[in-house]
């Protein structure tokens, strides 16, 4: 039998404690399927002391985990700590500037730094693993990255955030408020103490950077993503979207268009009979449009220990059965150095159907004048509907519209020339409609 794989753990929090549980755990089928031993030798994290719920007494202990990512006792580098800067980003490089295979779950880390370090492990002949970066538990990467040769992307979108799914699916069913929803995700371990990494979306964001650069080729750029978070959904987008035939989610879509690639992140309507409509709670869901495949949809636990883990041991086992010598694939489908600039399509040019929820005075005059904005800018409406806009509200009426396609800047001019008209009594709701099977 080969010689054991050496596998050194940084960070042994949720994912890293899981992982080497795991490894434990399975060590004997991992043995059977990889033809040799994966033995953790080496670990590290900031505090020595704490029990980590596995006996890791036969790893040596490393404060420095760049320390840890240069010895000569392992062969695979793990990098479970998370962030984008400082140990977790100089561990990697280090790692694999001395040669060593790396497994990452970082996207943060990633989405800043990926194209260099694929660089660097394309050079040092290591592979770079990040399965667990995006999505979780959901094997999204390799069936991006080696099942779909010869596909070509046309769009790739999905639930990436969790945190976000799981308030909006509670907002829907049990008519609770955002503000309620978030704190029951919070006591419940869904949402950090400091939200606002997932309900903003950079969360979403960084994993979609991730997917937009192996959907199509290109550098990872994730400054230049569109981004609106949840935290403005309410009841009446919710019961609106329902009374329309569609329920909300917060999306994280790539698309190629005329003019480049959006990248965009927003609260989304989808058709309730779409698939993805259907993936309720902290699931996550990653739909991939080709043109020889048609759509994909993946769906499955988004996050978690166990779930995580299973991603990170899945990305150790393919370095176990790796041999020396081989020629590994490249990091992001290309080489690094093919992968192109990414040519970003201006958000005002979006084309797709908008959801506009108004809230007015009640007086002669408005709902036309409302249809005169939309007509000059040449918007043609599905549906408009009106009705109270509550029952202590008698002064004030909703007023609901549905577009046919249209631009993302003729919505912006219509709705910016309904608020300059003075009518409104509120901010206006405008949220991006989605088409899904
Ligand atoms: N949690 C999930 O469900 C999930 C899902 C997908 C991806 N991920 C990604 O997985 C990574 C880890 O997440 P997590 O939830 O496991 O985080 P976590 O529970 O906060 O664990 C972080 C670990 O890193 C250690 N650490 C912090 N600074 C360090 C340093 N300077 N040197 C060495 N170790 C250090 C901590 O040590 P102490 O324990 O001693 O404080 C802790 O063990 C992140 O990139 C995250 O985005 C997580």
Not at 9 to 37: F, N, P, Y
Not at 150 to 158: E, I, K, M
Not at 340 to 359: V, W
């Amino acid at each position: 039998m080969a010689e054991a794989l050496r596998v050194g753990i940084a960070g042994l929090g949720t994912v890293g404690a899981s992982v080497a549980r795991v490894l434990r755990d399975k060590a004997a089928e991992l043995t059977r399927q990889c033809g040799r031993e994966v033995v953790v030798t080496a670990v590290s994290a900031r505090d020595p002391k704490r029990d980590r719920g596995v006996d890791l007494g036969a790893a040596k202990w490393f404060d420095d985990p760049v320390r840890m990512a240069q010895t000569a006792e392992i062969d695979v580098f793990v990098e479970l700590i998370g962030g984008d800067e400082g140990p977790p980003h100089s561990s990697v490089k280090a790692a694999l500037e001395a040669g060593r295979h790396v497994v990452t779950a970082n996207k943060a880390l990633l989405a800043k730094h990926g194209v260099a370090l694929a660089e660097t492990a394309e050079k040092k002949g290591v592979l770079l693993n990040y399965e667990a970066a995006v999505a979780g538990g959901i094997p999204v990467i390799k069936t991006m990255r080696e099942a779909m040769a010869g596909n070509s992307v046309t769009r790739v979108f999905g639930i990436l955030n969790g945190t976000c799914n799981y308030i909006l699916t509670r907002m829907e069913a049990e008519g609770l408020s955002f503000d309620d929803c978030l704190k029951d995700a919070q006591r419940l371990g869904y949402a950090e103490a400091d939200p606002t990494f997932d309900i903003e979306g950079h969360d979403t964001a960084h994993k979609l950077s991730i997917l937009t650069s192996l959907a199509f080729g290109t550098r990872i750029a994730a400054n230049d993503i569109y981004m609106e978070g949840i935290s403005n959904i309410s009841q009446a987008d919710i019961r609106a979207a329902g009374d329309l035939g569609y329920r909300i989610k917060l999306l994280g879509v790539a698309q190629r268009t005329e003019s480049g690639i959006e990248q965009r992140v927003h609260p989304t309507m989808v058709p309730t009979a779409s698939v993805i409509a259907q993936v309720h709670g902290v699931t996550n869901a990653v739909a991939i449009e080709t043109d020889i495949l048609g759509e994909l949809l993946l769906s499955g636990p988004g996050a978690g220990g166990n779930a995580t883990a299973s991603a990170v041991v899945g990305d150790i086992a393919d370095i176990a059965k790796s041999r020396p010598g081989f020629q590994h694939g490249p990091v992001f489908g290309l080489p690094a150095k093919e992968l192109r600039p990414y040519k970003k399509a201006q958000m005002r040019s979006h084309a797709g159907g908008y959801f506009i929820r108004l809230t007015v005075h009640d007086r002669i005059g408005v709902f036309a004048a409302i249809a005169k904005r939309m007509a000059d800018n040449e918007i043609s409406l599905e549906s408009i509907v009106q009705h109270a806009a509550g029952p202590d509200t008698a002064l004030q009426k909703t007023v609901i519209l549905v577009t046919h396609e249209t631009t993302e800047a003729a919505v912006r001019k219509a709705v910016d020339g309904i608020t300059r008209d003075d009518h409104l009594t509120d901010k206006p709701q405008v949220i991006r409609i989605e088409r899904a099977e």
